[in-house]
């Protein structure tokens, strides 16, 4: 599976990439996201991890933009959120997100989380 990884923390980007390639996933990185934006349409991931608040934009605004394109619409979007509150997890699925994961959380859960969402 192709993921894009919305995330401008490089040692977290290494991170991702090692965990999620030894799953044999193809990892592709944005830092940012308008830069996202232009990385799903470029790339046209399978799934999307997207992880707030993003260095130019937050993440409600990227979801908007994300499911206002017929082409993105439907890609899966995992959020990754520090001190996840329920109503927070809420508007997150309300604006178009797929799933999100409270940070810190266990590689098993990552794994599982993109599993569940594999088209």
Request: aromatic share 6%.
């Amino acid at each position: 599976m192709k993921i894009l990884i919305v995330e401008s923390d490089p040692h977290t980007q290494k991170l991702f990439q090692s965990i999620l390639s030894r799953e044999g996933h193809t990892v592709l990185f944005s830092p940012a996201g308008s830069a996202g934006l232009f990385s799903v349409k470029q790339y046209a991931p399978d799934l999307i991890l997207l992880d707030v608040p993003l260095l130019d934009s937050d993440g409600m605004q990227f979801l908007q933009k994300l499911r206002a394109v017929p082409e993105t619409e439907t890609v899966p979007v995992l959020i990754l959120i520090a001190k996840l509150q329920s109503d927070t997890m809420l508007k997150y699925i309300q604006a178009g997100a797929s799933a999100c994961l409270d940070k810190p959380f266990r590689i098993h859960q990552l794994l599982a989380q993109v599993e569940a969402l594999r088209r």
